[in-house]
């Protein structure tokens, strides 16, 4: 067992025992939006094995979330005249294979994609979701516009934490045995050069759909997580700008890097979402509504902010701190000896 194994194994025990620490130190309010950070890591360990590791562009997970939530939300309630009403948390796995197979299907068109080509199409499918949910030709699925309501009751923070980081931390053991194995290998050699890849034996349409299978599984898991606190599931639950939001935290956090998701997911929940009522509330102390004499500073702080991580740290906010770490070990291992000078012989 390499040295690095070891580190990586005793960093992943240190991280588990502080998820399964930390409702213990903080409000509920705060541990569902923890719970709410471990969905979209979810998502954003799916969009990364295809965008980061198998080289394909997508701005459309969005949707397959869209399939996983409508999934769940059909298969625990009695909509439709169909007496489902199945556990919330059994159909999340349901919701990941339909969202899975749903990916795998859409995978085939998109073989003779690519680049912003392939991000195109995928953005179609996240644009096309909203409209068919709404659409009264599928209404007796989706409920239309009014939506599908949800039996239960929303559920605390707490439960939704442990809940979503329990799903979260077995995917991201399944990921890294993906991208480290040879599945994994056979994704970077297709990211890398696909000619090269096919010279080696590789099957391109295969493990491009693959991939795309994978990412939708992972985002219908993510789906239909986001679901279940929920009352109900309308066509707006999972928006356009949801694609896009995914694919930001991934770049946030680093192509390729899937620890580096936490921290895109993180950006996502507390910058993304948050960011506006937290700068409120600092303005508001001095005195400056930004909603009446600015209503744009926000948004605009927030690209400055973007920016800013893109422009500092090209391989995500992941590959800046290994860097950080690469330089303060090589400084710390390869610290020059200084040599004490031996006496001359008259000093003899």
Not at 124 to 152: D, F, H, M, W, Y
Not at 230 to 242: H, N
């Amino acid at each position: 067992m390499s040295v690095g194994f070891a580190v990586r194994a005793g960093a992943f025990v240190l991280a588990v025992g502080a998820i399964a620490l930390l409702p213990r130190f903080i409000s509920d309010f705060r541990a569902l939006q923890l719970g709410t950070v471990a969905i979209f890591f979810i998502a954003l360990l799916g969009l990364n094995i295809l965008t980061g590791h198998a080289g394909q562009i997508s701005l459309g997970h969005g949707a397959f979330m869209g399939i996983g939530g409508y999934t769940t939300a059909v298969l625990t309630s009695d909509f439709g005249g169909l007496s489902w009403e199945m556990n919330d948390l059994a159909t999340v796995p349901i919701a990941g294979l339909v969202a899975g197979v749903v990916g795998f299907l859409f995978g085939f068109p998109a073989l003779r994609l690519a680049g912003v080509y392939l991000a195109l199409a995928t953005f179609a499918l996240a644009v096309a979701l909203p409209s068919l949910a709404r659409s009264q030709k599928l209404a007796g699925i989706t409920g239309g516009s009014e939506g599908i309501i949800l039996p239960r009751l929303p559920p605390t923070g707490d439960w939704l934490y442990y809940v979503c980081w329990s799903f979260a931390l077995p995917m991201f053991v399944l990921a890294w045995l993906i991208v480290r194995g040879r599945l994994g290998r056979a994704f970077r050699a297709v990211r890398e050069s696909e000619i090269a890849a096919v010279s080696s034996g590789i099957s391109l349409p295969l493990y491009k759909t693959v991939a795309f299978g994978i990412s939708a599984f992972y985002a219908g898991v993510a789906g239909a997580l986001l679901a279940i606190p929920t009352t109900a599931i309308f066509p707006d639950t999972y928006p356009v700008a949801l694609s896009i939001i995914l694919l930001t935290g991934v770049v946030v956090g680093g192509l390729g890097s899937l620890a580096g998701m936490a921290i895109g997911a993180l950006f996502i929940q507390f910058i993304q979402t948050d960011g506006p009522q937290w700068l409120q509330a600092v303005l508001d102390r001095v005195g400056v509504d930004i909603n009446e004499t600015a209503p744009g500073v926000p948004s605009v702080l927030y690209g400055l902010l973007l920016l800013a991580v893109l422009l500092t740290a090209r391989s995500g906010v992941a590959g800046l701190l290994a860097r950080g770490v690469s330089v303060l070990t090589n400084r710390i291992y390869h610290r020059p000896i200084k040599r004490q000078a031996t006496p001359s012989r008259r000093e003899a």
